[in-house]
């Protein structure tokens, strides 16, 4: 039961990978500014959970250096225990409530909370309470088949290590920076400028608080793509050139490399919002755009 769930994960990656982008005409003639629209999920555990996935390895003209998706898990209800083998895994919670087994450790995360999993760790997510799981789920290296261990095959590997996870309990904890008209970035996890935490990731996190009517100023990122993830309100990404798209809460923009860009949020209450840097974000690599 186990590899036919991970199979049927496979090959709905396959098959979004060649229709997942946006029918916004902006999108098809840029390129380079793409709203992401995974459609409608597909069950897990056994119809229990509904996984959708925004950007993966497979997906052409959208590089990516790790699996990007979304899940949702009734409550009472859990993800078998596996272990991702060579892959580190991101979760930020966005609604509900998680009970996160990592190894000998076990957190609660509730929503705004990120947990990073270490490579190989035997560990499992489970909905408490009386709400639904809902949480933001990002798998690097892209996730694999081979490196996805459990049920019976759990035995059959080597003793690993069980590593300890890193909690973030506040977004608005990190790093704070201001590059804006009402609009404010926290750095929530960032292998480069914060090497002391060693964050198991080779990409960048930031959370973004955006007023109606705030914005960003125009900038790009010289060798960086960037994925933003909106949760809450409604934001526009725009190129000098005039392209725009709107990315709605639930849905996420994909920005390539050394592509100028801004955001503004559109909706009439504050939009919030994450953004992916890959490679991770550092301060020399943001250039300023008039």
Partial sequence: MHRFVSLILISTLTILSAGCLTDNPFSAADGNICLLTPGEGFPIYGGEGDYSVFACDEMPGIPANYTFGSVTILPGNATSPHRLTGSSEFVCVIGGEAEIRCGNTTVTAREGEVVILPDGV???????????????????PPFSEVNHVTGADL?????????VPIVIPDPRGGIEWNIGSDMMIYTIANPVLMPKKNMLIDYSV???ELLPGGSADTNCLTGASELIYVIEGEIAVFS??????RVPAGRAAWIAPDQAKGYRNVG???ATMLSFVDPPWTLDMIVAVE
Avoid: C
């Fill in 206 to 208: 930031a959370y973004a």
């Fill in 240 to 245: 000098p050139e005039g392209y725009v798209i």
């Fill in 268 to 270: 009439e209450v504050d």
């Fill in 155 to 163: 035995a059959t590997i080597p003793a690993l290590p069980d590593g």
């Fill in 122 to 140: 035997l560990q499992s997510i489970a909905a408490i309470g009386d709400a639904e799981l809902r949480y933001i789920d990002v798998i690097q």
